[in-house]
């Protein structure tokens, strides 16, 4: 049996930045924000949000929408990464994964 294909990692992680510093900042945490959000950025299905840190507006607004998985820079995992179809980072939650990989 196969257990792994070979796949070239750019045909396999589909990666967005999210450059809007204000995201996660709502008055009152909507989840048609976030669904509107993943929509405009192609990642409907099963999209992986990584955000710098804990947000209990972005959990509030995103636990309703389905296959979304949403974690914080530092418990990111390559599993999960491979395992969900799009990546979708914040701007601080990148430089903050690129400073602790490349441990400058």
């Known amino acids: 049996a196969e257990i792994a294909k070979k796949y070239p990692v750019d045909t396999v992680i589909d990666a967005t930045v999210i450059t809007n510093s204000n995201f996660g900042v709502f008055e009152k945490p909507k989840t048609k924000e976030v669904a509107t959000l993943l929509r405009n950025l192609k990642a409907e299905k099963k999209p992986l949000l990584v955000l710098e840190e804990k947000n209990e ?3 509030r607004a995103s636990r309703n929408i389905a296959n979304l998985l949403l974690r914080d820079y530092k418990a990111l995992n390559a599993y999960e990464v491979l ?3 799009k990546l979708v980072l914040t701007q601080k939650a990148l430089a903050a994964l690129t400073k602790m990989l490349v441990k400058q």
């Open 57 to 59: 507006g972005v959990i």
């Open 83 to 85: 395992k969900q179809q």
